[in-house]
């Protein structure tokens, strides 16, 4: 028998994918782009906008759904030959524009202030591309499989790939003896 949490959880999946439903069509039709019309109906109906979603849970199985279809659709669309092909680009090109920006990155944090650690590791996340949105806008361009967009999905595959030894440097510079502080929030330190 369902509960209650999960009728409410069923209820704001509905509305989550009612109103994808109805902003993407509408945003396609302006020209902005079905990515848009995802985030202004996120923002339209979660907890910051008309609060008709609030439970996070909802939001976040919606969020994992999300993710793993639009995956799914990259793994059909992408030919083992077709990424032979490429490995030149996602490990030559890939490589070239995580360390430069990472290097860049890691470089205006210690200017900052920071420790080189938490410098790099800051700098080296800022780097990774959300590979989701920027394939659905090349997708809607067309460039998918333009010279300009192939070096795209190259470098995306290449931060994808990155994405677990970054987090196993991330365990390795993190300091032994380090405990979760019970520390203010930024922005109420912020005055101080």
């Known amino acids: 028998m369902a509960s209650e949490g999960d009728a ?34 996120g923002l339209a109906i979660g907890p910051y906008g008309l609060g008709l979603v609030a439970d996070a849970r909802t939001i976040l199985h919606v969020a994992e759904l999300g993710v793993v279809m639009f995956l799914f659709i990259i793994g059909l669309e992408m030919k083992p030959s077709h990424l032979w092909n490429l490995r030149g680009q996602i490990f030559g090109l890939g490589s070239l524009q995580v360390a430069l920006c990472a290097l860049l990155l890691t470089g205006v944090g210690v ?15 800022f780097v990774l591309t959300s590979t989701a949105i920027v394939m659905q806008v090349l997708a809607e361009r067309g460039d998918i499989l333009a010279p300009r967009g192939q070096r795209i999905v190259s470098i995306l595959l290449f931060e994808d790939l990155l994405i677990v030894p970054l987090l196993a440097v991330v365990a390795f510079l993190a300091p032994a003896d380090a405990a979760p502080a019970a520390a203010a929030p930024l922005w109420q330190r912020v005055g101080t």
């Open 111 to 125: 200017g900052f202030g920071f420790p080189w650690q938490v410098a790099f590791v800051c700098g080296a996340g």
């Open 8 to 41: 409410s959880q069923l209820i704001g999946m509905v509305t989550l994918l009612g109103a994808a439903v109805v902003a993407v069509p509408l945003f396609k039709r302006l020209g902005l782009g079905s990515v848009l019309g995802y985030l202004a109906a």
